[in-house]
């Protein structure tokens, strides 16, 4: 048996908006969209994606020592076709 509690949320119309059309579109309520979505983000271990996705790597070429290089370093390269 589940104890249910009402509240008042502010949401911003345009979530509002979406939320409503998602659980239309789901055949659940705005009530039930809303405790998954909570349980879900309440659930979900820290540093774990709620969706399933894979780790992207990027290829990196050339000298690695020059990967690192200071703001100062930074700005002169950003700048240098001025």
Do not use: H, W
Request: aromatic share 8%.
């Amino acid at each position: 048996m589940y104890v249910c509690m009402r509240t008042t949320l502010i949401i911003e119309d345009p979530l509002f908006r979406e939320a409503k059309q998602k659980a239309a579109a789901t055949g659940t309520s705005l009530s039930e969209l809303m405790n998954s979505a909570l349980r879900r983000f309440l659930f979900t271990p820290i540093g774990k994606s709620l969706e399933k996705t894979e780790r992207f790597s990027m290829p990196v070429f050339g000298d690695l020592e020059k990967l690192y290089q200071t703001p100062a370093q930074l700005a002169e390269l950003r700048d240098e076709g001025r």
